[in-house]
């Protein structure tokens, strides 16, 4: 029987990124097993990197994670120069991940009253791995490296990869890829050694990485807060996302997440970009413009492209995924990106991105509803579906796009074409809102999108609700055969605040959502758990995935049910916390009341952008902020929830302009306001 092949687990890893760069490692620091390594541009390009002293255990005892990739591993030599139980030798290991470049530094140290003599070998290897071959469980074949200025370089193709130790080594051995020291450490007496390794690629990165930040830091001061923290710890991640468009340097976008995901994603950067509004809109400005250069021009079957369409994914080579699906390396398989494009297009006009930028980006809006309009809808029923049409692409192409994402109440997986209902919502949004932005720029076609979204609001009022024994509700979608896929889901949560459910709509979404069965008390699960199918580690059948549970915290923010949004919000604050701040990608569905810390998903990305950014959103429903700069006009709630007493808020902006928020110990609101604009206070 052969091996089965395993995705690798993540959760146990220190992992550091500075995009397009990314490491993972053991706790006590070795790149040695699974997914570890150093990586850079999807190709890993150290997959062993191990220091010690043979024959001596080296025993991990402390790590301290700093910002911006800066790690430090402390780590006790057992028996080495000790003379009673306590330890006296140890080596620290210093890591700095850079863009293209790790550096370690090493210092050993004998706090012992007798001499330490070790070799201290350092062991190198590099396997070239592509990224999907790693995700997949498999490891490459060891490329073996030549000796360079007294360290080692392995080359493959177009990849060179360079490793330097300061001072030379004493010995050297390119077959293993073994450098060593022969030391000798006197009582008291410390030594150190600088390990560099680089990366490069012939032709250069295929995103670069950004050398500023296109936000304000957010600040949260007074009472200690969980969510203070959380914001400032996805601060630094997210910094460490951030790429830029070769075709326009100046134009920044976040990488949707490490290892897995470290590239240009249609939705995940769209949805990133939109919930870091509130910091500014230069990163949407630069998410929208590199969507736009790569937005679809002709009908191309192989990749999915349409005329108008916004991308999946972009990767420098096709990918093989474990689920068989082979994806080209610009791909366009996603239904939601583009109406994604066009809410963040008006959103950002709304929080102050420049008029003359709003216009130059309006050909491509353009272009988008024309998308929405004649091929989004494949078979004239009016709603926008997806289905693989090459049978090499994903079968899902929402953001649940896992092959069982999508299935009955009874466990059944539903066949395309599938018609999301989020997808509906967000196309109903985009449209509304894109109407707004041709009126304001005196370009036609206003009225016909408002009509097209009420029409798209009966049909689906028509055909999306459902009841069972708890009442009326959404269901996820429709299959191909025009069926309501009927399971009950977080999908709800993005429906809200989007237009196109009633108040008496949008209150029975609330139910289903604060409801044990969705609501895990760490955030909302994706199934809920009473459907059959349902895991509470399956990917999209049960685990809780922050962006999500976010999103469903400002709609019901959106829709005015603030005391629905409070204890989801609650949870998520929770979830940050046990985490030390920096939420996955996603976590497991177990209930609150069943453990006490949200159970990891051994397999997820950390960080992710938009779990990272949700941290920004969850605050923004909090304070019920909301911005319209071109009318001058903010909005913010009267009163913030228990919990969110006596806090100044500082970093906000509104068109360039600084905002400050305080909460005073009963909890009343105080927003001080750039000069010319008002402020409605909600109740």
Not at 315 to 344: F, M, N, V
Not at 348 to 361: F, M, N, S, T, Y
Not at 371 to 390: I, K, R
Request: one cysteine or more; charged letters at 25%; glycine letters at 10%.
């Amino acid at each position: 029987m052969s091996a089965i092949e395993l995705q690798p687990f993540l959760h146990d890893a220190r992992l550091s990124v500075a995009a397009p760069s990314f490491c993972a490692a053991r706790p006590d620091g070795r790149i040695a097993e699974g997914a570890d390594g150093f990586y850079h541009g999807d190709r890993r390009i150290l997959s062993r990197l191990e220091v010690g002293v043979p024959g001596v255990p080296n025993a991990p005892v402390a790590t301290a994670e700093g910002a911006d990739g800066h790690t430090a591993f402390v780590t006790v030599l057992r028996g080495l120069a000790e003379e009673t139980a306590d330890p006296v030798t140890t080596l620290e290991r210093r890591r700095e991940l850079h863009p293209g470049r790790l550096v370690e530094r090493y210092t050993l140290h004998n706090a012992g009253g007798r001499p330490a003599r070790l070799r201290l070998e350092v062991r190198a290897e590099s396997d070239f791995a592509a990224m999907d071959t790693v995700k997949a469980g498999r490891s490459g074949t060891p490329v073996r490296p030549g000796p360079h200025d007294g360290g080692l370089r392995w080359n493959d193709g177009p990849l060179t990869a360079v490793l330097t130790l300061t001072p030379a080594p004493d010995h050297l051995d390119a077959a293993t890829g073994t450098l060593g020291y022969e030391l000798e450490l006197a009582p008291g007496q410390s030594w150190q050694a600088v390990l560099e390794c680089t990366a490069e690629h012939r032709d250069g990165d295929l995103f670069p990485p950004a050398d500023r930040t296109p936000w304000t830091a957010p600040e949260v001061t007074g009472r200690d807060h969980h969510l203070a923290h959380w914001l400032t710890r996805s601060h630094h991640d997210l910094r460490g996302l951030l790429l830029t468009d070769p075709l326009h340097p100046a134009d920044t976008f976040l990488g949707a997440g490490a290892p897995w995901f470290l590239t240009l994603f249609g939705r995940d950067s769209l949805w990133a970009a939109r919930m870091m509004l509130p910091l500014g809109t230069e990163l949407a400005a630069g998410t929208l413009r590199t969507l736009a250069r790569r937005q679809g021009r002709a009908v191309d079957p192989a990749t999915e492209e349409q005329p108008g369409k916004i991308l999946h994914e972009v990767r420098r080579a096709e990918q093989h995924l474990d689920t068989g699906a082979h994806l080209p390396p610009s791909y366009y398989g996603t239904a939601d990106a583009t109406p994604l494009w066009l809410i963040l297009l008006h959103d950002a006009w709304r929080w102050g991105l420049p008029a003359a930028e709003v216009e130059d980006l309006l050909p491509h809006a353009e272009a988008a509803l024309t998308w929405l309009e004649e091929y989004a809808d494949a078979d004239g029923d009016g709603f926008l579906e997806y289905v693989d049409s090459t049978g090499r692409g994903l079968s899902n192409q929402g953001w649940k796009d896992s092959s069982d994402g999508i299935r009955f109440r009874d466990g059944r997986i539903a066949a395309a074409p599938i018609a999301l209902s989020e997808v509906q919502a967000y196309a109903h949004e985009a449209a509304v809102k894109t109407a707004d932005l041709l009126e304001a720029f005196g370009r036609p076609g206003a009225e016909h999108w408002r009509q097209w979204a009420e029409r798209l609001g009966e049909r689906f009022r028509d055909r999306f609700w459902t009841e069972d024994e708890q009442g009326r509700y959404p269901v996820v979608a429709l299959d191909g055969d025009k069926r309501p896929v009927d399971s009950v889901t977080s999908n709800l949560g993005h429906l809200l605040g989007t237009g196109l459910l009633s108040p008496g709509e949008s209150a029975l979404v609330a139910q289903r959502l604060t409801a044990p069965g969705l609501d895990s008390g760490f955030g909302l699960r994706t199934l809920d758990a009473a459907t059959a199918g349902f895991n509470p580690l399956g990917y999209h059948t049960g685990s809780v995935w922050p962006h999500d549970t976010a999103v469903a915290v400002h709609g019901l923010a959106r829709a005015g049910r603030h005391e629905d949004a409070a204890p989801l919000a609650d949870g998520l604050v929770r979830a940050a916390a046990a985490f030390e701040h920096r939420l996955p990608e996603l976590f497991a569905g177990y209930p609150r009341d069943r453990y006490t810390r949200p159970v990891p998903y051994p397999a997820s990305c950390r960080p992710q952008a938009w779990s990272a950014a949700a941290a920004v959103l969850v605050l923004q429903a909090v304070l019920g902020l909301a911005a319209d700069a071109p009318g001058r006009r903010l909005w913010v709630r009267e009163r913030v929830p228990a919990g969110y007493e006596s806090l100044r808020i500082r970093g906000l902006t509104v068109a360039g302009l600084p905002i400050e928020v305080e909460t005073d110990h009963a909890g009343a609101v105080r927003l001080r306001a750039p000069r010319g604009f008002t402020v409605t206070v909600l109740s």
